[in-house]
C-alpha cells in the first residue's frame, strides 16, 4: 500500500512552519496510523533527513498524547477512537493524507506535531483531585452511590485529556474537557469538599490559559474519541453558578 503523507513540520515554536509531502511505500492496511508515521520516520532516517516529530504513549486509547488532525478531522475519520486506534485501511490505497497539529492559542506547536498541552494539567492542578482521606483502599462497593450518579461520573471521567475537543471547536473551548473533570468529581460523594472551590478555581484557570468561550456548537462533542456528552457543560455552567450563589 502507498500513500502520501502531507504533514505540518515547524522545528521549532516560533519557527515558520509548512507543509511537506512525503511518498511512502511498504505501507500495509493492517498498519496503525502511527506505524505507518514510524515507518515514514525509518526511511527519513536512512536518507539522513529530520524524522517527524509526534506524540504517543500508550498507543491503546488511553494516554490522550497521540492527538492530530487527519484530513481536516480530530483524530481522523472514525467517531470515537483515537489517532493510535485508527488503521491504514481506512484510507485508500493512494490517498494523500494531511496531517497537522492541533491548532489552538493555548496549545502552542512544539515541534512539528507536538504541542504543548500543559494548559490542561494547570487545570486539573486547580482542583482536579480530591482531599478525602480514603485511607487503606477500601472495598469498591463500600460507599453506598446510586447507579445513575455513578454511570455519569464513570463517563465523566472516560476524558482523557487528549485535547481534540479544544482543537476541533472554532472558539478553541476548554468547556468540554474542563467540564468532564469537575463533573467527574462533583458528582460524587468524595467530591463534595472542594466541590464549588473546585468548579470556580478550574474555570477561572481555564479562561487564564487563554481558551475561547464555549458557544454550544457541540463540535467537541463529535470529535472526542470518548463520547463525552456536552450535557457536561451544561452541568459545569449550572455548578458555576450555584458555587457562585453559595461560597
Ligand atoms: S498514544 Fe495513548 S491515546 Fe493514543
Redesign the pocket.
Known amino acids: 500500500m502507498k500513500a502520501t503523507f502531507r504533514i505540518w513540520r515547524q522545528d521549532t515554536p516560533n519557527g515558520q512552519g509548512g507543509f511537506k509531502d512525503y511518498e511512502v511505500d511498504g505501507l500495509n492496511a493492517d498498519m496503525s496510523f502511527?506505524e505507518a508515521l514510524d515507518h515514514l520516520n525509518e526511511i527519513l532516517v536512512l536518507r539522513n533527513e529530520k524524522v517527524v516529530a509526534f506524540?504517543?504513549?500508550?498507543?491503546?486509547?488511553?494516554?490522550?498524547?497521540?492527538?492530530v488532525y487527519i484530513n481536516g478531522r480530530a483524530h481522523g475519520p472514525h467517531e470515537n477512537i483515537?489517532?493510535?486506534?485508527l488503521h491504514m485501511r481506512s484510507f485508500e490505497d493512494g490517498a494523500t493524507i494531511v496531517i497537522e497539529p492541533w491548532r489552538a492559542d493555548a496549545f502552542p506547536i512544539i515541534k512539528d506535531l507536538i504541542v504543548d498541552r500543559s494548559a490542561f494539567d494547570r487545570i486539573i492542578e486547580q482542583g482536579g483531585y480530591i482531599s478525602a482521606k480514603t485511607g487503606t483502599a477500601p472495598e469498591a462497593n463500600a460507599i453506598p452511590i446510586g447507579k445513575e450518579i455513578s454511570d455519569r461520573a464513570m463517563d465523566a471521567a472516560a476524558c482523557?485529556g487528549?485535547g481534540a475537543c479544544v482543537a476541533t471547536c472554532k472558539n478553541a473551548s476548554a468547556a468540554l474537557f474542563t467540564s468532564a473533570k469537575i463533573n467527574h468529581l462533583n458528582s460524587l460523594p468524595q467530591g463534595q469538599p472542594e466541590a464549588h472551590k473546585r468548579v470556580l478555581e478550574m474555570t477561572a484557570q481555564m479562561e487564564k490559559e487563554g481558551f475561547g468561550h464555549c458557544t454550544f456548537t457541540g463540535a467537541c462533542e463529535v470529535e472526542c474519541?470518548e463520547g463525552i456528552s456536552i450535557v457536561n457543560i451544561a452541568e459545569m455552567n449550572a455548578r458555576y453558578l450555584k458555587a457562585k450563589l453559595f461560597s
Open positions: 502511527l506524540e504517543y504513549d500508550c498507543r491503546e486509547g488511553i494516554c490522550g498524547q497521540c492527538g483515537t489517532t493510535c486506534q482523557i487528549c474519541p
